[in-house]
């Protein structure tokens, strides 16, 4: 059965990888749960130029909503803000923009999350030791904000230096590249703190390779359960501790719906963060593992209603063409 179209979602990511994988999957499962709900994701790669046309061809299909999550702020505002001009609702996710013309916000506090990784890094190294921080992708907010979460914890504490603070670009082989660099001239550091889990672990590579690995402590943010990803990375002793930045793909489209549907909905609704390190990764496991069966179940259930629907519209359509013979 054609089921009609009652709203047309246009989801704008910027990148494509693990983590906009699970918050896509979450969209989309989120979004079959309410009637005639159209989700049409695109991925930028990390390219400005790509995002901006993604956005406009959004803006020409004239969908009802629009979700973004803007690679850069500066080069993504304009056409964010071209979009809510023209009376598309626009909900950013997870990183911002440079301007307040947008519906909603729904994402964790980056500047917060910045701070605690600061507070554990200072516990961790017990006030005194060497730095070195690896950060995402320059012109994007959760870049700027977790390292300035960072240095506002660390710059009272004299004992903490930040030896370099080098841009990963939020991926695994830059921070590769960055960490060999390094290495050249200085390998006297303590803890590497890369913002996301990928940069951690391509940070370890590279000291691996050096022979360094166990000379140094590697912390990263995002904790996604999932093989190989940062829950499992601790449980294997190559990560120390990341911090989970929420996916949340529900929630947007839980936020999304209430502003289609003319519901009341916040103008900010925070995603909430937690340490993940030895003492919690195996019962974090535990319980993500779970969560994903029961999700793969949903997707099932989904399947056979379709199926089932199908199977019906064909006997009905079946059964009028015997009445009209
Ligand atoms: C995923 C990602 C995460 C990071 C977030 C920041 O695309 O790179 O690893 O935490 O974006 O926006």
Request: proline share 2%.
């Amino acid at each position: 059965t054609q089921k009609h179209t009652r709203y047309r979602i246009g989801v704008s990511q910027c990148s494509d990888d693990e983590w906009r994988h699970k918050m896509n999957n979450e969209i989309v499962r989120e979004a079959l749960f309410y009637d005639g709900v159209e989700v049409e994701i695109r991925t930028a790669k990390d390219n400005n130029r790509n995002q901006i046309a993604d956005i406009k061809y959004f803006i020409d299909k004239k969908v009802d909503l629009l979700i973004v999550a803007p690679n850069e702020a500066a080069a993504i505002t304009p056409v964010v803000e071209k979009a809510y001009r023209q009376g598309i609702p626009v909900v950013v996710i997870d990183r911002k923009i440079l301007s307040d013309k947008y519906t909603a916000f729904v994402g964790a506090d980056n500047y917060e999350i910045g701070k605690d990784v600061g507070q554990y890094i200072l516990n961790r190294l017990h006030g005194k030791g060497k730095v070195l921080e690896i950060t995402g992708l320059e012109g994007s907010t959760p870049a700027m904000e977790r390292h300035k979460g960072l240095t506002d914890v660390l710059k009272e504490e004299p004992g903490i230096e930040i030896t370099a603070s080098v841009d990963g670009a939020w991926l695994q082989s830059v921070a590769g590249e960055k960490m060999d660099s390094v290495f050249q001239t200085n390998k006297n550091i303590d803890l590497v703190f890369a913002q996301n889990d990928r940069m951690a672990i391509g940070a370890y590579l590279s000291a691996r390779q050096q022979q360094l690995e166990k000379e140094m402590l590697f912390v990263g943010i995002d904790a996604l359960p999932g093989k190989e990803y940062g829950v499992e990375q601790i449980i294997n002793g190559v990560l120390d501790a990341t911090f989970i930045y929420p996916t949340g793909g529900d929630k947007v489209v839980q936020v999304a719906m209430d502003i289609l549907e003319k519901r009341p909905y916040e103008r900010d609704t925070k995603l909430s963060t937690a340490l993940v390190d030895k003492t919690n990764a195996r019962v974090m496991q535990l319980q993500t593992d779970h969560i994903t069966e029961q999700d793969g179940k949903i997707e099932r259930l989904n399947n056979q209603v379709n199926e089932y629907l199908s199977r019906y519209s064909a006997q009905t359509m079946f059964l009028y063409a015997c009445l009209i013979i």
